[in-house]
Structures are given as structure tokens and as C-alpha cells.
């Protein structure tokens, strides 16, 4: 009988048959992708066309690769002429805090370093007094300006560390902060506890008593409380040295944690070796990092995050080793380091420019640091940082002739939109924040 039937329509049940069996949100069709997915270069699809559905990425391929009759979509958008890269993601922030430090950067116009700074009781600790000081809502105001400077760049997931508190309550309320950033602008925001950032006052000449209450009270209530992702350490001779550093990150292993380290950034103490060896995600900075603490982050799969923003602001001279990164083929992450003191700077694209220019990386190294290299950097490489079909749905796109331009021009490019799970954040024009 259902045979008969089927033979009767047969125009209708081949109709049935081709309608389309997926439901695509949005799909653009036309443009250029940028699609940050293979192992080197931008892997660029021209005439390509990317489907969203839900919060993920639903297809990706070229124009012709579209079978009509497989799919249809709610919105359909004519998209040549414009560029679709991932969303971007800054792998190193220190956003939240309060109080600004024009001061400390006079001083250092008229020659005083960062280190006599800091050993005077400014640097961190004058940023620490002024965090202490604020409320959380004032906290929460200020660093909303400084995400939604990036949001507005096409940054959809962000890394925030504490840090300006160095006592619990301090902590905490940055934290918070960070994550409540997180839900006002809907971006992703990953936490790192960074308790260990410098010494407070109150520890003054007792570095390892220090530690130790960080080990046994601070980090696992702030765990306790759902608000970290990972852990870091500033490791340096002005800060915590390798054993201390050590017992830090067995401390957050234990609790299940990812380790990040600010390794080598103004001396050599084989801090990126540390990081390997005890597993972190990324060793950051590592302009003074040795050939074989380079060697043991290949060999561990370590991400090197350079933060060319604070080797601009402290006049370094001493260059990160970008050729053996590439030798080594060590993954390079590129951060805005976005800090009130080494790097006070909300903007990705202009840390990428500086990355081309100061540390003569590649245009695509630099697209690669803020896309795929930067997820590695945050261990969300399995969700986002290309354009993949099952990844979450972030997306830039943008008036482009080639992205390229994002790294040689500044100040000039915005993204016509920033998409985030799918959901449009911001289009070009919109009032930021
Ligand atoms: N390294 C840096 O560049 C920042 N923190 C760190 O560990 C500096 C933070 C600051 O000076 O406030
Ligand atoms: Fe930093």
C-alpha cells in the first residue's frame, strides 16, 4: 500500500526526499575565511561560505562545496567582499584594577627602571594599595571600559589574572570582577589566580611564609568558591623565585589546576624550563629564556605567550627567541599583557603590529598568536580559536582586502561585526561598553 502511494507521488516523495535535512541559522556565503585551522599560514578558503548553528559552527568549505538542497538557512547573508576570521582571544590580561601609574611612567622617562620602582614600594604594590582600596563596583566600571576596547576589536574570549590584592578578600573581589565582566559583555572570560604576583607589605622579608598561606588558605578557598580556571606565577628575582614557585604550582596541581608562568621576563631563572617541566599551558614573556629551557618547553608541548607590549613600554632590548620559537616550532601566543604598570594597553591589534615590528614576527605568525595559538595557550583549542565545523561559533568579520592589514596598518580597522556562541556582541558604530 505505502508502495503504491509512494509510486503515485513520486514527485512529492522526491521533494520529501531532497528537503533539507539541517536547519542552519546563519550562513554566509561568499567571503573570504581566514580559517586559522592547519598547521601553518591563515588557512584561507576564498569564496567560502561558514554556517551557525546554535552556538557552534555548523559547515565550513567553499562556495561550491554547498549542496542547496542539504540545508536551509534562517538568515542568509551575501558576504563577498568581507573577511571572516575566529574571534579573537587575548591569552594574558591583568585588566582588572584600579588606580592608574602615569606617575611611575614619568619616573622611568627620567631613567629610573621598573625594578628600582617596584623596590621602592611602587610598581604592583602602588596598583595593590589602589585595589585594595576600591569597591567592587568601581573595580568592575573601570575594567569594563578596558574589555570592551577589545570586545569592540573582535576579542571574544579573554584571560584575566588577579593579583592586586595579594590577601584573600583583594583576591577574591577581582575575581569576581573578572567573571562578572565575563556575563555584562558575553564574552568568555577564563580566571588565573596570580596571588603569586609579588610579596605583600604584610610578608615583608617572608616570601616562604607567604607562599605557604597561599598554598594552605587563599588558593583553595578561591577554588573553593568557583572562581579559577588556572594558575600563574610571576617567577623573578623582584618576585618569587623557582622553589618557591615550584611549590606553588604543586599546590594548584593538586587542586586539579592548568599552570601559566610570567617566565624569564627580565632575567634567566630557567623559568620556562619550571614550566615545562611541571606541565603549564604557557610560559609567557621569555626574553631571557635559554636555549635549553626553550628545548624543554618543545619537548612538553609548552605555548611561548610574548606580551610585546610590556618589551615596549620598559624599552627592553633583549628581543624574546623568536627564530628558535620557530625552530623549536614551539606554538607562539600573542597577548596584550593589558596591565596599569608594563603594558597599559586595551588593544589586541596594536600589540599584533607591535609583534610584527619589534619581534619580527610574520603577519600570519601574529593572526595565528591571537586565534589558534592563543586557544593552545588557554587549552580551548577543542572549542575555539579557528574556524572548524563542532567549534563554538566566534566569529569576526570584517572589511578586509586581507588580514594582513590588521597586523601592517593601526588604528584603522574595526570588525563590521564580533560574534560570540553564535549571538552578534557588536557591530561596527555600536557605543562600546
Ligand atoms: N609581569 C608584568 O609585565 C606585569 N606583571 C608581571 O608579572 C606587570 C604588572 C605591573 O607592573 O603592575
Ligand atoms: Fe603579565
Known amino acids: 500500500m ?42 584561507h578558503i576564498a569564496d567560502g561560505a561558514i554556517a551557525v548553528r546554535g552556538e557552534q559552527i555548523a559547515w565550513v568549505g567553499t562556495r561550491d562545496q554547498l549542496r542547496t538542497f542539504e540545508w536551509s538557512a534562517r538568515e542568509r547573508i551575501d558576504a563577498r567582499g568581507l573577511w571572516l576570521l575566529p574571534g579573537l582571544i587575548d591569552a594574558h590580561t591583568h585588566l582588572v584594577y584600579a588606580g592608574d601609574r602615569s606617575d611611575e611612567f614619568a619616573m622611568r622617562q627620567t631613567g ?61 573581589k577581582m575575581l569576581r570582577v573578572a567573571r562578572r565582566l565575563g556575563a555584562d559583555l558575553d ?23 607567604y607562599v605557604a598561606a597561599l598554598c594552605a588558605e587563599m588558593l583553595p578557598e578561591a577554588v573553593r568558591q568557583g572562581l579559577v580556571d588556572a594558575v600563574d606565577a610571576f617567577c623573578e628575582h623582584i618576585a618569587f623565585s623557582p622553589a618557591q ?36 599551558l604557557s610560559a609567557d614573556h621569555l626574553e631571557h629564556a635559554s636555549t635549553e629551557s626553550l628545548e624543554k618547553m618543545a619537548a612538553h608541548g609548552v605555548v611561548a605567550g610574548l606580551l610585546p607590549g610590556a618589551y615596549y613600554y620598559l624599552r627592553e632590548t633583549k628581543l624574546p627567541p623568536v627564530e628558535q620559537l620557530r625552530r623549536l616550532r614551539i606554538p607562539i601566543a600573542i597577548a596584550t599583557d593589558c596591565n596599569p604598570g608594563t603594558s597599559p594597553i586595551a588593544s589586541l591589534l596594536l600589540v599584533m603590529n ?16 591571537v586565534t589558534c595559538n592563543a586557544a593552545r595557550a588557554l587549552g580551548l583549542i577543542h572549542d575555539r580559536g579557528s574556524l572548524r565545523a563542532g567549534k563554538r561559533a566566534d566569529l569576526t568579520i570584517w572589511s578586509l582586502r586581507h588580514p594582513q592589514q590588521l597586523c601592517s596598518e593601526v588604528g584603522m580597522h574595526r570588525p563590521d561585526e564580533v560574534i560570540a556562541a553564535g ?11
Not at 513520486?10 to 550562513?27: C, K, N, S
Not at 604594590?125 to 574589555?147: G, M
Not at 549571538?423 to 561598553?433: A, H, I, K, Q, S
Open 354 to 369: 607591535m609583534a610584527c615590528v619589534l619581534f619580527g614576527l610574520t603577519a600570519d605568525e601574529a593572526l595565528r598568536g
Open 112 to 172: 629610573a627602571s621598573y625594578e628600582e620602582i617596584a623596590r621602592r614600594g611602587g610598581g604592583i604594590l602602588s596598583t595593590v594599595r589602589a585595589t585594595r582600596a576600591a569597591s567592587e563596583e568601581s573595580l568592575l566600571q573601570h575594567a569594563r571600559k578596558r574589555a570592551s576596547a577589545l570586545r569592540a576589536e573582535g576579542v571574544t574570549t579573554l584571560e584575566i589574572k588577579s593579583g592586586y590584592g595579594l590577601e584573600l578578600e583583594t583576591e577574591l
Open 2 to 43: 505505502l508502495d503504491t502511494i509512494a509510486h503515485a507521488f513520486g514527485y512529492a516523495v522526491a521533494f520529501e526526499l531532497h528537503m533539507p535535512t539541517t536547519v542552519w541559522d546563519r550562513v554566509w556565503i561568499g567571503a573570504d575565511l581566514a580559517t586559522l585551522d592547519g598547521d601553518i599560514g591563515i588557512g
Open 187 to 209: 564574552v568568555s572570560v577564563v580566571t588565573t589566580f596570580l596571588g603569586a604576583h609579588t610579596i605583600p607589605p604584610e610578608f615583608a622579608g617572608r616570601a616562604d611564609d
Open 245 to 280: 614557585t615550584r611549590r606553588i604550582f604543586s599546590a594548584a596541581r593538586q587542586l586539579g589546576l592548568p599552570l601559566r608562568l610570567h617566565a624569564d621576563q627580565l632575567s634567566d631563572l630557567s623559568g620556562a624550563a619550571l614550566a615545562a617541566e611541571l606541565g603549564a
Open 423 to 433: 549571538r552578534t556582541l557588536c557591530r561596527r558604530g555600536d557605543v562600546d561598553g
